[in-house]
């Protein structure tokens, strides 16, 4: 059996705020900080959440430098 994914309920939430407040981020920051937050607290690839914010990291590393 899998297991969770230990930053599941930091996504939902995330949802529920962007729905609550018509899609706009700004208004979610401190839930998406949360999120930040776990999955720090875990290896890459322990959490599929986290694998978006795993890419976005490892583009921004690869962007020159303007």
Do not use: W
Not at 32 to 41: D, T, V
Not at 43 to 60: A, D, I, Y
């Amino acid at each position: 059996m899998p297991q969770k994914d230990p930053c599941q309920k930091q996504a939902c939430e995330i949802q529920k705020c962007l729905q609550a407040n018509n899609y706009i981020e700004s208004k979610c920051q401190a839930v998406i900080e949360e999120l930040h937050k776990c999955c720090a607290r875990y290896p890459k690839g322990r959490s599929l959440v986290c694998s978006g914010f795993e890419k976005e990291e490892n583009q921004t590393l690869k962007s020159p430098a303007k």
